[in-house]
């Protein structure tokens, strides 16, 4: 993990359940994403989508993750509460 500090800025783990992970690649790496209950496949298609448009936009990584939560809730009202998104280590609520 060492060797990705200051190359990769963004990890998002697109797996089920990925919570605990995140929260320990987040002791690494700037920015993480992950999920606190299996997401199903048009939820998360749908995250990224807003995730990859804002950063395709120049938006910054937490605005880009606010998107692809947003993204989400068009799908399910409860979507914010599945995304979790650390920030240099600290999780960060929206």
């Known amino acids: 993990m060492e060797g990705l ?12 359940l990925s919570e605990n992970q995140a ?3 987040a002791e690494h ?4 994403v992950g999920s606190t209950i299996k997401i ?8 990224s989508l807003g995730l990859y448009n ?3 936009e120049g938006n ?4 880009s993750v606010r998107r692809g939560i947003a993204n ?3 799908l399910n009202d409860s979507a914010e509460a599945y995304f979790k998104f650390w920030k240099r280590g600290d999780l960060i609520e929206f």
């Open 23 to 25: 929260t320990l690649i």
């Open 54 to 56: 804002g950063l395709g």
């Open 5 to 16: 500090k200051g190359i990769t800025k963004l990890v998002v783990l697109n797996s089920c």
């Open 72 to 74: 989400a809730m068009i």
């Open 29 to 32: 790496i700037e920015y993480v």
């Open 60 to 63: 910054s990584i937490e605005k």
């Open 40 to 47: 199903e496949d048009k939820l998360a298609k749908s995250f």
